[in-house]
């Protein structure tokens, strides 16, 4: 790949640059930890707060980070199918940390069913056995019922 990506770390308080990088990387995304880590080490800290865009997304480099001392911010990407087609994204579909449930856009319960693991990433899925009778279930899912995973 002929070209160059360039990441910089700035601190807040001055807006100083405290570290930066420069490959031929296509993505950001394997580049969250290493960064925060060279920040981290610049600015001498203990530990750090770091806010980056949705393309360092990565749950290994998000991981990595908080192994090291370093608390992220940053938005998920926005790569469902269900939202490019018109549907209802997992997005819509609120978290219910109290009693480990999904509520949907029709106010339905989604249950926590099983957990796999996959990629060594461990997945957690819910759905409802309801879909079938629901009003908007076009807008949510051409699938016997709607599933979350988590």
Not at 6 to 27: D, P
Not at 61 to 84: D, F, H, W, Y
Not at 133 to 143: D, I, L, R
Request: hydrophobic fraction near 35%; charged fraction near 20%; charge should be positive.
């Amino acid at each position: 790949m002929v070209g160059y990506n360039v990441k910089v770390a700035v601190e807040t308080e001055h807006h100083l640059i405290v570290a930066h990088a420069v490959n031929n990387a296509g993505s950001d995304r394997a580049q969250l930890s290493g960064m925060a880590a060279r920040a981290k080490q610049a600015l001498e800290a203990d530990t750090l707060d770091a806010v980056a865009d949705r393309g360092y997304y990565s749950s290994e480099q998000i991981l990595a980070c908080e192994r090291a001392g370093i608390a992220v911010t940053l938005p998920r990407p926005m790569n469902s199918g269900a939202k490019a087609t018109g549907r209802f994204g997992s997005e819509d579909f609120l978290y219910r940390c109290q009693d480990n449930t999904y509520l949907c856009p029709a106010g339905q319960t989604l249950c926590y069913r099983h957990t796999s693991v996959e990629n060594g990433l461990t997945l957690h899925r819910y759905w409802t056995n309801v879909c079938s009778a629901c009003a908007m279930k076009g807008a949510c899912t051409t699938g016997k019922e709607r599933r979350v995973t988590r």
